[in-house]
């Protein structure tokens, strides 16, 4: 990095901390603590760093040694289960800071609610209603937090629970976006991410910011189609609790949709976004009723199975998948660049919901000068303002009155899925809502369009029926 580009930087990084105060760390202090190894995703390490040892620049030798004390302490792995469960066997109170989850369940026409702590190993803990009213979230996709666990006569009983906290406050966030150009803000929001922007051109960045989409736009449905190593999956593992990453193992439409034997909802009805990674590895149980609720899903965001049970959701789903390059960097198979996913997943009619295809072949793959080396915005803090801009429907509704396809044969739901693109692009560079029409046709407009050129695309070769519109997609910005 040039001299002027280290001035930039922490020019940037001074004014984010006098903008954002108590709000942002230096994105170094997380891998330097080694918190991520004991798995703890970084909206929960970077508040634990900010409880323990606050402050800014790299961590010191003294504040290592208190955060390896304080993890060793209170930070459990399944290696660790039976250490706690001969804790508590032994009468002890023990203090964990784990992810936990209650449920409801139905025995004998009653219900109970017990506390599930999975990296424990332990199902049913008893928890009382007050701490579930304090920590409705508990009741939905589960929160990290400090845990107190004993066992009592009834059996394993948490005492307390001390939740991860985000303060989140949208209008400040909004506020704040005017004191930043776009060029520095476009920089804050990818050193927030966890991405150096100086080793990554602008249409890589904006591809980048595309992953943003499914968190700040509400059944916004994306693919992003990579070899390995191109950290496809990094950022959605470490933004929210309210992002759910599945890798490996059976997705059933029990898991998905509902479980009609006990009633209990999938995560499409838990979690603000889904992410199901290199779907060629996972083990899709009945793939036909998976893909019949799934078009059900995407089309109107309405969740049933058998009609059995039905609820609406507005949780997005993320397809990640790998597939092969030639050797000049482009996918292997040439046109067909969705050839390598599972044959159903294929379906046209399923393709056409996805909004966009993020090409994660034109990102260089993560090497040690990709990750964030400067001050951002805390995870918890940034994870929560992305979703909370899920609720501000002003973007959404200047996308849907001036964003239109040029040409007089166009597909509805490329001019849908175009309009909510933009909108999702408007909110993470101009949350404030102050943009102009030129800045809105080539920030927002024409990215759109790139993302769903490429769902277009393999509609248009896959099947006759799509070629009776424009194969070209042109977005424009209308008039007032």
Same mark, same amino acid.
């Given at each position: 990095m040039t001299e002027a580009a280290m001035k930039r930087t922490q020019a940037l990084a001074d004014k984010a901390e006098r903008v954002f105060p108590g709000l942002v760390i230096d994105k170094r202090r997380l891998p330097a603590s080694q918190l991520q190894k004991r798995g703890i995703p970084a909206y929960v390490g970077e508040w634990m760093l900010d409880m323990v040892v606050p402050g800014q620049g790299i961590?010191?030798?003294?504040?290592?040694?208190?955060?390896?004390?304080?993890?060793?302490?209170?930070?459990?792995?399944?290696?660790?289960?039976?250490?706690?469960?001969?804790?508590?066997?032994?009468?002890?109170?023990?203090? &964990?800071?784990?992810? &936990?989850?209650?449920?409801?369940?139905?025995?004998?026409?009653?219900?109970?609610?017990?506390?599930?702590?999975?990296?424990?190993?332990?199902?049913?803990?008893?928890?009382?209603?007050?701490?579930?009213?304090?920590?409705?979230?508990?009741l939905r996709q589960g929160m990290w937090g400090i845990i107190e666990l004993t066992v009592l006569e009834q059996g394993i009983t948490v005492l307390s629970f001390r939740p991860m906290q985000a303060s989140v406050d949208l209008e400040l966030y909004k506020q704040a976006r005017r004191e930043f150009s776009l060029e520095e803000w476009r920089q804050l929001i990818l050193i927030s991410m966890g991405y150096a922007p100086e080793a990554y051109s602008y249409d890589e960045q904006m591809l980048l910011l595309a992953r943003l989409l499914p968190l700040v736009q509400k059944n916004t449905h994306m693919m992003e189609l990579a070899p390995k190593a191109t950290g496809k999956s990094y950022l959605f593992e470490n933004?929210?609790?309210?992002?759910?990453?599945?890798?490996?193992?059976?997705?059933?439409?029990?898991?998905?949709?509902?479980?009609?034997?006990?009633?209990?909802?999938?995560?499409?009805?838990?979690?603000?976004?889904?992410?199901?990674?290199? &779907?060629?590895?996972?083990?899709?149980?009945?793939?036909?009723?998976?893909?019949?609720?799934?078009?059900?899903y995407l089309a109107n965001g309405t969740l049933t199975r058998g009609g059995l049970h039905e609820t609406s959701s507005d949780c997005?789903? &993320?397809?990640?998948?790998?597939?092969?390059?030639?050797?000049?960097?482009?996918?292997?198979?040439?046109?067909?660049?969705?050839g390598e996913l599972p044959a159903f997943l294929q379906e046209t009619a399923l393709l056409d919901r996805f909004r966009g295809i993020i090409p994660g072949w034109q990102i260089r793959k993560l090497g040690p000068d990709c990750f964030a080396n400067t001050v951002g915005l805390k995870a918890d803090f940034f994870g929560d303002a992305l979703i909370a801009l899920r609720g501000d429907l002003s973007h959404d509704q200047l996308c849907a009155a001036r964003v239109r396809l040029e040409g007089v044969r166009q597909?509805?739901?490329?001019?849908?899925?175009?309009?909510?693109?933009?909108?999702?692009?408007?909110?993470?560079?101009?949350?404030?809502?102050?943009?102009?029409?030129?800045?809105?046709?080539?920030?927002?407009?024409?990215?759109?369009?790139?993302?769903?050129?490429?769902?277009?695309?393999?509609?248009?070769?896959?099947?006759?029926?799509?070629?009776?519109?424009?194969?070209?997609?042109?977005g424009t910005v209308s008039s007032h």
């Open positions: 961590m010191t030798p003294a504040e290592l040694e208190k955060v390896t004390m304080f993890s060793e302490k209170l930070v459990k792995t399944p290696r660790d289960q039976h250490v706690v469960r001969n804790e508590l066997h032994e009468g002890k109170t023990v203090k &964990v800071l784990t992810p &936990v989850q209650v449920e409801v369940k139905i025995k004998d026409k009653r219900t109970h609610r017990y506390a599930k702590l999975s990296l424990l190993g332990i199902d049913e803990a008893q928890i009382s209603s007050e701490i579930i009213d304090a920590n409705e979230d508990l933004i929210s609790p309210r992002v759910r990453l599945v890798s490996g193992g059976n997705i059933s439409p029990a898991v998905l949709f509902v479980n009609n034997a006990s009633g209990q909802w999938g995560l499409l009805a838990r979690f603000a976004t889904v992410v199901l990674d290199e &779907v060629q590895t996972l083990r899709f149980e009945k793939p036909e009723e998976i893909v019949g609720g799934l078009k059900g997005s789903l &993320v397809l990640l998948a790998n597939i092969m390059l030639d050797d000049r960097q482009n996918p292997l198979a040439g046109d067909d660049i969705v597909y509805t739901r490329n001019s849908q899925s175009v309009q909510a693109l933009a909108s999702g692009m408007a909110k993470i560079l101009f949350p404030h809502g102050e943009i102009t029409d030129d800045e809105l046709l080539r920030y927002c407009v024409e990215p759109a369009v790139r993302l769903r050129q490429l769902v277009w695309n393999q509609l248009y070769r896959l099947d006759a029926e799509y070629r009776q519109y424009d194969q070209e997609l042109i």
